[in-house]
């Protein structure tokens, strides 16, 4: 699976868009981008996926930009329970047996 | 609802004493893994299984071991616990297949081996 890198921590207020975003230059075209989330020591909880189109849900936007190499995770109106480390991951059609979870990005909503 | 339940939340152990940490999912999903996260390190896979009867070693297998008798069931076995064993454990099912599914997880598990 292509590596995934995303910035430490990112400030946010409430309200407010927050955009995350991912760098993945070397993924393959067999592979999908996924966004899950962690709010303190609970289970991780999924958010969205995409392979090439922007995708949205109730819960998020997914931007990829055309070349795939990085996509932005944009959460509309942050509020404070969206407090979370942010995953991007990258993992090809088929092997969703196995996540790999990196570092992430601590994302801190403010009052 | 859709769950992935995990028993017990909380244990709190001795060295040597052997455990099981349950995890059910009512989702009929074929896949189903065992994560634990530690400081530092992470998420890590330590075994899963990709349907009945049919499991496999994920990053950090030793010291633990599965079943997977039911579709439903995937629980987590330590035979003879250590303190390095100490973790946060998270159970997790998906759908097979080539499409994009998400993983589901369970609530976690907070062990303690003294």
């Known amino acids: 699976d292509a590596k995934t890198t995303q910035p430490p921590s990112m400030d946010c207020a409430e309200g407010r868009a927050a955009n995350l975003p991912c760098n993945h230059s070397?993924?393959?075209?067999?592979?999908?981008v996924y966004w899950y989330r962690q709010i303190h020591s609970q289970g991780p909880q999924y958010i969205i996926h995409?392979?090439?189109n922007n995708e949205t849900n109730e819960m998020a936007s997914l931007i990829i930009t055309e070349d795939r190499k990085s996509s932005t995770l944009i959460l509309p109106h942050a509020t404070l329970r969206d407090t979370a480390v942010y995953y991007c991951?990258?993992?090809?059609?088929?092997?969703?047996?196995?996540?790999?979870f990196g570092k992430g990005t601590l994302l801190t909503v403010n009052p | 609802e859709a769950q992935v339940t995990q028993n017990p939340r909380y244990l709190i152990t001795v060295t040597g004493k052997k455990l099981t940490v349950t995890c059910s999912q009512n989702?009929?999903?074929?896949?189903m893994s065992w994560y634990r996260q530690d400081p530092g390190l992470g998420l890590r896979q330590i075994y899963y299984?990709?349907?009945?009867?049919?499991?496999d070693k994920g990053d950090v297998p030793e010291g633990y071991k599965v079943s997977r008798k039911e579709k439903r069931n995937f629980p987590l076995i330590l035979e003879s616990p250590s303190p390095n064993q100490t973790s946060l454990y998270f159970c997790?099912?998906?759908?097979?297949?080539?499409?994009?599914?998400?993983?589901?997880f369970g609530p976690g598990t907070r062990l303690t081996v003294t």
């Open positions: 989702m009929n999903h074929e896949y």
């Open positions: 995409g392979l090439k």
């Open positions: 991951i990258v993992k090809k059609v088929g092997s969703n047996y196995k996540l790999t």
């Open positions: 070397t993924i393959s075209g067999n592979e999908y």
């Open positions: 997790a099912s998906s759908e097979a297949g080539g499409q994009g599914y998400e993983q589901y």
């Open positions: 299984s990709m349907n009945v009867e049919v499991t």
